[in-house]
């Protein structure tokens, strides 16, 4: 008969930390003050849609056997297509939510894009005034921090900012990701 009357009761193993949890905190260490979550809330997405915006406007070889969709094709695709990977081995959820948000980014750039070709601004000195004024934006959120911009050691954290703002909506909804 086993004795277990003298046993301590274990406390519950803690899951290891993924990759993506890690990056979170690393990147929530920068970004305690209100002002700069919230500045930063609203230029990681501007910062989505004018880099989008700028390989939008990058010539890229027509592939035509694409036909009809061969200028849909292009360098921000192409970001597209390696951004959703890179966030899909993080966090498919997220991921999900990441690739509507550059649906819409996209759908941005297509209709800038219309917009040039009918007399109006070009596309891409409009995503680099975006990406100017955004970025701007951040190093004000992190003066006022008092810190150095957090992807300063690890360029990876310029990618995980867009995704780190859109785990909060996941949060606040209650939806694990």
């Known amino acids: 008969m086993k004795n277990t009357r003298n046993k301590k ?8 930390a993924r990759p993506l949890d890690i990056y979170f905190a690393e990147y929530d260490k920068a970004h305690k003050d209100p002002t700069n979550k919230f500045i930063n809330y609203i230029a990681a997405p501007l910062m989505v849609f004018s880099v989008l915006g700028l390989l939008w406007s990058i010539p890229f070889p027509h592939l035509n056997f694409l036909g009809q969709y061969k200028d849909f094709f292009n360098w921000a695709s192409v970001l597209i297509g390696v951004s959703v990977y890179f966030y899909y081995r993080l966090s498919p959820v997220l991921s999900y939510l990441m690739l509507f948000l550059l649906f819409i980014c996209s759908f941005g750039a297509i209709e800038l894009d219309q917009w040039q070709q009918a ?8 995503c680099l ?5 955004a970025r701007g934006a951040q190093f004000i959120g992190y003066k006022i921090e008092g810190i150095n911009p957090s992807f300063s050691n690890d360029l990876k954290f310029m990618v995980i900012g867009p995704i780190w703002v859109l785990h909060f909506i996941l949060k606040r909804s209650a939806i694990k990701y």
Request: glycine share 14%; proline share 29%; aromatic share 4%.
């Open 9 to 16: 009761p274990q406390p519950p193993k803690a899951e290891p």
């Open 129 to 133: 005034v975006i990406f100017i004024l």
């Open 119 to 126: 007399g109006g601004p070009s596309l891409g000195p409009v």
